[in-house]
């Protein structure tokens, strides 16, 4: 078994995907004690597109190695990649039960919850809000918060619970518009401010940890800054608001 391992890392490096293909399904055959090779047979097909056999092999893996945490994240990112969001919950809630202090599995678990109350079409606009919607909202937050118990200074949680509650706050403010009594009005006006006070301390959070290096670092840091100056419009907080809105003008 250890030849034919060989053989087929030579395979993969050599580009010859059909022969290493054969020599990982021979080791699977065989039972060969390596949870990776089942990563490395799903990762050809995954590159060849073949995301049916990419799942299947992981999981035949997860069958042989129920607490590889690799093969559940490897399952996690298919299955999200491939749209099968209440699948991924699922996964995600075996891999935090295997891993509870991983805030990057919060972090995947709160995104989906939230992409889950918030689908959009095939062009990328918002479509209507699943029945669940609510259930979905306050698991996303859950979710979000445990993380942020693990990891407080983890910019990407904070900023996304921070815009889940901004979110809700521009949506309350539609809603609101939309109300002929002037009492009516009011007390919606209060109730979107105190979710726009919601979201601040999470968004200027995100603000003060990120280290905008990376690209991603950068994407979140601008709608982090694009959030804040929205919020402290609200919030009439006018020297915060300056503040924000000469770091927005550094990335234009």
Known sequence: TSVILNSAYSAEHAGNTAKAKQYYNQLIAY???????????????LNEKDTANALKTIRQ???????????????INILLSSGKQKEATAALDAA????PNNPSLYLALGATFDNLANPRDKAAKEALKPEQYNDYISKSETAYKNGIKIDPTNYVLNYNLGALYFNQAVEMINAANLLKSNAEFEKAKVKY?????????YLEKSLETNPNKSGEDKDTYKGTLTSLKQLYIRTGETEKYTKVSEQLKTLE
Do not use: C, T, V, W
């Open 31 to 45: 039972k060969f004690n390596d949870d990776k090779m089942y990563i490395s047979l799903s990762e050809i097909y």
């Open 61 to 75: 893996g997860r069958e042989m190695y129920p607490d590889s945490l690799g093969l559940m994240l490897n399952e």
């Open 96 to 99: 935090i039960a295997h891993d």
């Open 193 to 201: 401010e105190e979710k726009f006070k919601q979201a601040q301390p």
